[in-house]
């Protein structure tokens, strides 16, 4: 599940972490740190196939599974919560319950909002796509971040983002001319080419929230 590992849930993520660690120690940062990159593999290589077998055996809410991929903010706010209750102990009850500046913080909650809905558009796109054709889709969404991250921030294009956009373009076309050959049983072409077009545009958000990010992190730092 692409959404599980970018916009405010990586914000918070990296911000819970980091909380925890100046509770507990540089230990458990490292500790959270390599349990962020497993779930981000697992859900990232299982999620999908997960997400598209819960489709092929009867599912219809599109919306549950789009749900599913931003529900984990309960998990990842546990460790804001402990420095919370920690810090309350010790400095009294004027302690402040958003660690964040509340620009950063406003700023998060919009990425989280735009990934909740990339999420949704991705899952409809799997209710309508193999899982082969979804995960070649929503790969593009590194040339999308190439661009996006050329404009926020200025990011300069390499050789091999400049590969990358044109290889993942040509896989993208080549899908297109051969919609007929993958389309899933009793799935007609106009939900196809709908699932394609969901996919897509998941992909383009995905790819315009991750420097989002790193432009919020930037202002915040030269405010």
Not at 25 to 48: D, F, K, N, Q, Y
Not at 86 to 110: Q, S
Not at 197 to 217: F, H, N
Request: proline share 4%; glycine share 10%.
């Amino acid at each position: 599940m692409a959404a599980s590992c970018d916009g405010s849930q990586g914000a918070v993520r990296r911000v819970g972490l980091e909380a925890a660690a100046s509770c507990c120690g540089a230990g458990l940062w490292s500790v959270g740190r390599r349990l962020s990159w497993s779930c981000c593999s697992g859900g990232r290589c299982g999620g999908p196939i997960i997400m598209r077998l819960y489709f092929v055996k009867g599912g219809k809410r599109i919306w549950l599974s789009g749900w599913l991929q931003t529900v984990g903010f309960p998990i990842i706010a546990s460790p804001l919560l402990i420095s919370y209750f920690h810090d309350r102990k010790t400095e009294g009850p004027n302690t402040k319950l958003v660690l964040m500046k509340y620009p950063l913080f406003i700023a998060a909650a919009v990425i989280g909002l735009l990934t909740s809905i990339g999420n949704y558009l991705y899952a409809y796109g799997m209710a309508r796509l193999p899982v082969s054709t979804s995960s070649i889709i929503i790969a593009s969404q590194l040339a999308f971040t190439a661009v996006f991250a050329f404009l926020l921030v200025k990011q300069k294009f390499v050789a091999y983002s400049v590969n990358a956009i044109v290889l993942l373009a040509v896989g993208a076309r080549v899908l297109a001319m051969h919609i007929s050959s993958d389309r899933p049983k009793g799935e007609s072409t106009k939900m196809y080419v709908l699932g394609f077009l969901m996919t897509l545009a998941a992909a383009a958000l995905y790819g315009l929230i991750l420097p989002v990010v790193e432009l919020m992190y930037l202002k915040t730092k030269q405010g």
